[in-house]
């Protein structure tokens, strides 16, 4: 059964960096498109980064230039390297994977658990 796990949050001052990764396991055929979701408190979760197959990128406005998505495929990983963080980054970060499972005809897509990033001055 696929499963993906999360780590790299944190506590962070302003102006620091986090790494999140997530690493997607379990009967793995293929996987097609990986992105970062966000949550604060009392928000609606939001799309933060997105990365297809072939590597091209998209970014929510309010963190573009600061965070940057990245994949290996070998691995079956997505990143999020995050940097300049500011009080408003702070939420539950959860990753999204497209994955089409051993078996399976079409992919279906899959949620971390989610990680908590802290910025605190």
């Known amino acids: 059964q696929v499963r993906l796990v999360e780590s790299g949050g944190g506590l962070v001052q302003p102006g620091g960096s986090l790494r999140l990764s997530c690493a997607a396991s379990?009967?793995?055929?293929?996987?097609?498109?990986m992105a970062w979701y966000r949550q604060a408190p009392g928000k609606q979760r939001e799309l933060v980064a997105r990365i297809t197959s072939g590597g091209s990128t998209n970014y929510a406005d309010s963190v573009k230039g600061r965070f940057t998505i990245s994949r290996d495929n070998a691995k079956n990983t997505v990143y999020l390297q995050m940097n300049s963080l500011k009080p408003e980054d702070a939420a539950v970060y959860y990753c999204l994977m497209s994955v089409q499972a051993i078996g399976q005809i079409a992919a279906n897509a899959y949620w971390g658990q989610g990680t908590q990033v802290t910025v605190f001055s």
């Open positions: 379990g009967g793995i055929f293929s996987t097609n498109h």
